[in-house]
């Protein structure tokens, strides 16, 4: 701590800094480095991966299968042509999900589509064990 030593300047702070705390905090962290200098040389070995870009096999993508759902409830799969009831829906569904690998079902609802029709459809995809399923957007018509 940094005192006056009652010259003639009696009562005005001392010029000199105090190295003493600075001297105290540069040991220890001397210590400190010396301890874990020899911790930081271990060394761990792990054996990456490597990548074969120009590897052959290479798995297609899974198959898409296209849900259309109108602003009325009415659904079509597929080709957008013809409606499809529900028990037809459920039969292909169950068809789709056995196979492996399991396609993905993406569900296209009109903007003005009740919730309702596109949860029977979810609902209904999941009852036959499709898990792969996305959504598509369509603008305003």
């Known amino acids: 701590m940094a005192m006056s030593t009652g ?3 009696s009562g005005s702070p001392m010029s000199e800094i105090n190295v003493t705390p600075l001297v105290d905090v540069m040991l220890v962290l001397l210590i400190i480095f010396m301890i874990t200098a ?3 040389s271990h060394r761990v070995t792990i ?3 490597t990548a074969n870009p120009h590897q052959e096999e290479k798995t297609p993508p899974p198959e898409v299968i296209d849900l259309a759902i109108k602003a009325d409830g009415s659904m079509y799969f597929q080709d957008n042509q013809t409606a499809i009831t529900d028990a037809e829906l459920k039969q292909q569904f169950a068809v789709y999900a056995q196979k492996s690998p399991q396609p993905e079902l993406q569900i296209r609802a009109a903007h003005d589509t009740e919730f309702k029709a596109v949860r029977k459809a979810l609902g209904e995809a999941k009852d036959s064990g499709l898990v792969h399923v ?5 603008g305003k018509e």
């Open 38 to 40: 020899p911790l930081m």
């Open 7 to 9: 010259g003639s300047e």
């Open 47 to 49: 054996k990456l991966p």
């Open 134 to 138: 996305g959504f598509m957007t369509t």
